[in-house]
């Protein structure tokens, strides 16, 4: 944890120059609910962190399903601000198993990223969160066959295998090669 003096903040920069990136916990309903004034009101905001072990406790809830809500509530909040969320740390040091499974349903609703409290939850967080081959593969082919139809005058495309392509269809494919690190060409005959 680190403490911001708040004329950096008001600055986004600390007197070294340095920028500071702030990223709210949410961790009760009231910071749920107030989610999207934060994000809009400060542009100094990088991204919403849920913090559920103090979520749970206001909510009075034991199990994932009373969190649903809270999660949709910020990955929107944030996504509409054009900011990620990061999901909750996962208090199990022993469960790898339940970690994966938990930080994949993270990452199928939205969240982009996922806080740790030990260095052993890194790679498999980073692993389970990093589109696999499959999925970049999928991305790549998205992009080339909405391309061909473009250089055709066409708006959308239809993949081989029926799959409907437009410009949603196309961000989504773009942000998991970020997500992947992968660069991409805009036509295969590019340097």
Known sequence: MFVVPYPCVEERSCPSGDHVPLVPLIESALGVELAWEL?????????LAMGE??????????????????????IMAARAGGKYAIQSVFPD?????????STALG???GFLGRSTIHPDQVS??????????DEIARAIRILDELEAAHRQGKAVAVTP????????????????????NVERRCHPTDP
């Open 161 to 180: 295998d029926g799959a409907f392509v437009d410009e949603a269809v196309a961000r989504w494919a773009r942000a998991t090669l970020s997500l992947a």
């Open 39 to 47: 994000i809009r009101e400060s542009p100094a905001i990088e991204a």
């Open 107 to 109: 990452r199928r609703i």
């Open 124 to 133: 498999i967080v980073h692993e389970v969160l990093t589109p696999d081959q």
């Open 93 to 101: 040091l022993h469960d790898h198993a339940g970690l994966r499974t």
């Open 53 to 74: 072990a103090d979520l749970r406790a206001d909510l009075g809830v034991s199990a994932d399903e009373g969190l649903l809500y809270a999660r949709s509530r910020c």
